[in-house]
């Protein structure tokens, strides 16, 4: 029988202009790779060119996968691992898999007893938690909270609750041009007391990452969050 393929989890840069790049050992165990699954092409594509890679671009086949793409089409993604092809997944930046698509090819991976690799690279989330200052040995994320405001303020606040009684931090993110009403709604919602933590543009020359209370924040100018890929965090 032929032996399958592997699948790499291949983060990418969490901006343009970002300094995080993939470790050396990570980007020879990719070279040789022609097959991809990723959140848009052109993104990949240009990602891709600055590596060393084997292949050239007009000879690798990209599979998309985002909100449209349906769940009969993941089979399809999946067929050249099966004929013994690797294949990379790369998400728009950050790792697949964690706040990005790629969770259910690896599901599908493990049901065919297919190797899953996950590779070293940059996550905003860890990150954010390392420059928050919070308890990183306890923690949640959430990933986006209800837009309608009296759900979001609802929630929020039972998440406050569950923070104070456990110590754990909790971890949220915004559709970006959402950030400064989300920064508003924590001052608005959040006691006084409980430690808020933003960190913004993480990797790139505009990186901002502070950790106030709720108190303190409000005497300060706000940040201005707006497109900006933000992290938020907060612990009572």
């Known amino acids: 029988m032929k032996p399958k393929g592997k699948l790499y989890l291949i983060p990418s840069p969490l901006g343009e202009d970002s300094d995080s790049i993939l470790p050396q050992s990570a980007i020879t165990e990719i070279a040789h790779v022609q097959y991809f699954i990723v959140e848009r092409g ?16 007009q000879e690798m086949t ?16 999946i067929a050249p691992l099966l004929e013994g092809h690797d294949v990379g997944i790369l998400s728009e930046a950050g790792c697949p898999g964690v706040a990005d698509p790629g969770a259910q090819i690896v599901e599908l991976a493990h049901q065919q007893a297919i190797n899953v690799n996950p590779l070293i690279g940059p996550s ?12 990183g040995q306890k923690f949640a994320f959430h990933g986006y909270l209800p837009v ?52 913004t543009d993480l990797s790139l020359n505009t990186q901002f990452i502070q950790t106030k209370t709720i108190k303190n924040w409000k005497k300060v100018k706000a940040p201005d969050l707006h497109k900006r890929p933000t992290v938020f965090l907060f612990l009572c």
């Open 148 to 199: 309608k405001s009296h759900d979001k303020k609802h929630q929020i606040r039972q998440l406050e609750q569950q923070s104070s009684h456990q110590n754990q931090t909790q971890i949220f993110i915004e559709t970006p041009y959402r950030n400064n009403q989300l920064f508003s709604d924590f001052l608005n919602f959040l006691r006084p007391s409980t430690k808020l933590c933003v960190a």
């Open 124 to 135: 905003s989330l860890l990150l954010a938690l390392m420059g928050s200052g919070m308890n």
């Open 42 to 57: 052109k993104t990949a594509r240009r990602f891709l060119k600055k590596l060393p890679m084997k292949f050239p671009l």
């Open 62 to 77: 990209f599979f998309e996968l985002n909100k449209r793409t349906e769940e009969e089409e993941l089979v399809t993604f």
